[in-house]
């Protein structure tokens, strides 16, 4: 189980043509305009004073994505199709809290993604504590991509704060950078990073968004 503080969601405007909407929330009543997604119960996603808590019942695990985890996304009205949200950069922020009592130190698990909703319909970057580590990767194809570590021990029982930053790119024009604490713990620039339909303006037609929570992708059971 872990705990996420004030979620933000900010596209970069570079013009109106690449504008988009800032999607905030502080948990103190519920997950709006977020909701929960790729969770089914005993595990869970919910607002919790002012906290949005996720749990992983790994005993329910089975292989199936809707029972890797707990997350939570922004949907378009009255459908679970997620928004695009970026076509071009954004910033994603939120603090995070783990607890020594209730998470492992021997899994791996997926805190933040940016998702790109074409090519293999997958992330195109991630923030992941593996075992007490905090690690980030980014790619641009359906590939391995490039991982990097940012925190070499976690520390528990403790709120840190993480900031993403991502513009995509398929013209060597891109950057990803990660903020831990305040403290920029990485930063490429110069990258081809994301997937998907582009113009030519080199923006992704098709979009990019984020999702939090819990993605536990590894061997569970």
């Known amino acids: 189980m872990i705990s996420i503080l004030s979620l933000l969601s900010l596209p970069l405007f570079h013009n109106l043509a ?20 790729n969770v089914e ?18 005993s329910y695990y089975d292989g199936t994505r809707d029972r890797k985890g707990a997350e939570v996304c922004v949907f378009e009205d009255g459908t679970s199709t997620n928004v695009p949200q970026m076509t071009k950069e954004g910033w994603q922020g939120f603090s995070i809290y783990v607890p020594s009592d209730t998470y492992p130190t021997d899994k791996s698990a997926i805190i933040a993604q940016q998702f790109c909703p074409g090519g293999c319909s997958s992330w195109c970057g991630t923030v992941e504590i593996v075992n007490n580590t905090l690690q980030t990767t980014h790619r641009a194809a359906c590939s391995t991509g490039t991982t990097a570590t940012l925190v070499d021990d976690i520390e528990r029982d403790a709120w840190h704060s993480v900031v993403v930053h991502m513009r995509v790119s398929e013209e060597s024009e ?5 903020w831990w604490d305040g403290e920029q713990v990485y930063s490429v620039e110069d990258i081809d990073v994301g997937f998907g339909t582009w113009d030519d303006n080199d923006t992704l037609t098709t979009g990019w968004y984020f999702k939090n929570g819990e993605y536990c992708f590894g061997e569970f059971g």
């Open 18 to 37: 690449h504008a988009g909407t800032i999607y905030h929330s502080n948990f103190t009543s519920s997950l709006s305009p977020f909701s929960a997604c």
């Open 41 to 58: 119960s005993p595990s869970y996603s919910t607002a919790t004073d002012g906290n949005l808590t996720v749990y992983f019942d790994e």
């Open 174 to 178: 891109g950057a990803y950078e990660v």
